[in-house]
């Protein structure tokens, strides 16, 4: 599908009535353009607008990290297309590592409470 949106995908109209998984997805969306918006681009993140993002969003995985650089470190492995910027689907690769990290941990935890 790429980056364009097929016409019969249309974003569902923000309602008290969202499910759990919509209201992340729209979480995810406010908060890239909450910092993106801040050099008044609005389409990606700066260095420093990831670096801002990080900073606040991830406070708790950056504590486990044992290197400085690692923010930056990221943010070049982010910016696939070499462009010193980071697009929404950069980005998302961010929160899809993350997130697929997390599950992991919580599934080995998972697996030691039910061996007990």
Do not use: W
């Amino acid at each position: 599908m790429g980056r364009e949106v097929s016409a019969s995908l249309r974003p569902a109209p923000t309602s008290a009535a969202m499910t759990e998984l919509e209201n992340c997805m729209e979480s995810l969306i406010t908060i890239f353009h909450r910092y993106a918006d801040e050099d008044g681009d609005g389409m990606t993140l700066s260095k420093k607008e990831v670096n801002k993002l990080m900073t606040t969003e991830l406070p708790t995985f950056l504590k486990t990290q044992n290197d400085p650089k690692a923010v930056e470190k990221i943010r070049k492995d982010l910016d696939q297309n070499g462009d010193d910027k980071v697009d929404f689907q950069e980005f998302l690769s961010l929160v899809v590592g993350l997130s697929m990290a997390c599950e992991k941990i919580f599934m080995i935890h998972k697996l030691k409470k039910t061996k007990k």
